[in-house]
């Protein structure tokens, strides 16, 4: 059987079509995930009945990056610190799919503490692209992306550091849509670095990532920098169209590193969207370039100081044996965590001591808001920005882990909207060598439909978002 | 340049255990990156306030109410080594 694959579609099913269709993903992750390696653990909670099932997404199938904290379901944030780790609560993410009436079915593989981009990093092996299987998906969220792209779940939550849900889609065909930080709660997202984390959605189209986004979104008591908005209608702003926007165009992503095939696709992205009516302006953020380095002073000094928890006491990996407390942390530490999560560790502790702090922690710190203020200034005369997700597209498994820096790169067009704390998405813009490439929409604060419109604008008038990898056909509907 | 004794102090802050096979690769890597992330050097950024945090927020302070305490059996289930209720830790004091 081949289900309806929109989400729309999926959650007017009811009774035994809408069951039907849970069993079809699941039959698909049986079939298909060998080749993958997409999920970490394959899950199956329904959630809880209600009187009337009129939830705006019942019965539909999800996947949660095994990041976000799931009740009595193993959640190891791709480490093996916490491999036998299961959490006592559901993340606020979590709680609100399942009260809009989501079924889990599965945790989705991701780089070690999301800190990577090429889950390459997991402790449970990487997850591998399905338009290439000798390629990397991208990360951190590669199992989410990969999972979706292969048809093996219609949607999957993700979550975006620098680039961790976008870089991702663009890397797998799919649509990957980070909200404006403060709009999703982060209460039971395990931290990695806490000014930038945000939580959102890795889906085929923008009309999907728009039903799931509408029930995520929303303020959450119990994360403090969640904030107290309200949540628009996400659905009704797809119809809105392009036409009259002026949509700056990021001279300077379209730089040196940037392959000259994917700066083709994009533009001929833009080009679609020129004629559907938006006015195309060009836009220099003169700070943009400094967004890696900022990235590796600041993500890595939050990243150490909540890495600190970890400590072989209350949970997580315990070293066997150990000859005194120091012992007992240092050994449960070193065991528990792989090479990358302790390089990031070691680098924050390094720019967060003594004599260093002011010249690296505060002027990264400085920079950032030079960095946020070039954005400011830009969306003073254009109503949202666009440029490329990735310079290249997706890279071989191997190609990038001997040298940290050149990984560190790959996300040199996603970073400084995180630094900026604002909203994003990659929507597929093509082939390149029949790999996928992504065109990057980035919004004003809290402007995710507008977002969302020309996304879906886009996609209305393309159909880069529809393509299916050899092999993994079916999974569409 | 970063120096291997740089390294060692910095996992002992870290609590990590500094593994002397790779220590060499280690401290090649890590000097690699701050040379790399040193470029802010070069920007100048005077009197620019830091931006901690991408929103202006004030931290808000919840109403102190009455609520179910966690449940510690559950909490401690998650523990490598546990009893009556403690955490077991290898002996701190002799």
Known sequence: ?477 | MLSAEEVKRLSVLARLEARSEDEDRLVRELDRILGFVRQLEATSTGAIEPLVHPLDLVQPLRDDEVREPVDREVIQKSAPDVEDGYYRVPRVIE
């Open chain 1, 1 to 477: 059987m081949k289900p309806r694959s929109r989400v729309p579609e999926l959650v007017a099913a009811s009774g035994r079509e809408a069951r039907l269709a849970v069993e079809y993903y699941r039959e698909r992750i049986r079939i298909f995930n060998p080749r993958l390696n997409a999920f970490i653990t394959p899950v199956d909670r329904k959630a809880p009945p209600a009187a009337a099932d009129v939830r705006r997404l019942a019965g539909l199938p999800i996947a949660h990056k095994d990041l976000f904290v799931t009740r009595g379901i193993p959640t190891t944030c791709g480490s093996r610190m916490l491999a036998e780790f299961i959490p006592p609560y559901d993340a606020g993410v979590v709680e609100r799919l399942d009260q809009a009436g989501c079924t889990v079915i599965g945790k989705t593989n991701m780089d070690e503490f999301a800190m990577g981009s090429s889950n390459e990093t997991s402790a449970f092996g990487p997850v591998r692209n399905p338009w290439d299987p000798e390629r990397v998906p991208g990360g951190s969220s590669g199992g989410s992306a990969a999972a979706v792209a292969a048809g093996l779940v219609p949607v999957a939550t993700g979550t975006d550091t620098g680039g961790s849900i976008r870089q991702p889609a663009a890397l797998c065909g799919i649509t990957g849509f980070k909200p404006s930080y403060g709009r999703v709660s982060r209460f039971g997202m395990i931290a990695f670095a806490s000014s930038l984390d945000q939580a959102g959605v890795l889906a085929r189209s923008a009309e999907d990532a728009a039903w799931v986004l509408r029930e995520m979104a929303g303020h959450d008591p119990r994360d403090s920098t969640s904030v107290d908005r309200p949540v628009p209608d996400y659905v009704a702003a797809l119809t809105r169209g392009v036409r009259g926007l002026r949509i700056g165009v990021v001279q300077n992503f379209f730089d040196d590193g940037l392959w000259p095939a994917v700066a083709a696709r994009v533009r001929e992205a833009l080009s679609v969207l020129e004629a559907a009516g938006a006015r195309l302006i060009d836009v220099t953020l003169p700070h943009l370039s400094l967004s890696v380095p900022v990235y590796y002073v600041l993500a890595p000094a939050e990243c150490s100081s909540n890495l600190a928890r970890y400590d072989g006491v209350r949970y997580g990996h315990r070293a066997r044996e150990p000859r005194d407390l120091a012992d007992l942390y240092c050994r449960s530490r070193s065991e528990g965590f792989g090479a990358e999560v302790q390089r990031r560790i070691l680098i924050g502790t390094y720019v967060l001591s003594h004599g260093y702090y002011d010249a690296y922690f505060l002027k990264a710190q400085r920079v950032r808001r030079l960095i946020r203020d070039d954005f400011l200034k830009a969306f003073e005369s254009v109503d949202l920005l666009a440029g490329p997700t990735t310079p290249t597209p997706a890279f071989r498994l191997g190609e990038k882990t001997a040298d940290p820096l050149t990984m560190y790169l790959n996300d040199i067009y996603t970073i400084g909207v995180n630094l900026a704390g604002l909203p994003a998405v990659s929507v597929p813009a093509g082939l390149v060598d029949g790999l996928p490439v992504g065109l990057q929409l980035i919004g004003r604060d809290f402007d995710e439909e507008t977002l969302f419109a020309t996304a879906a604008d886009y996609q209305g008038r393309t159909d880069w978002h529809r393509a299916e990898p050899p092999g993994f056909e079916g999974g569409t509907g």
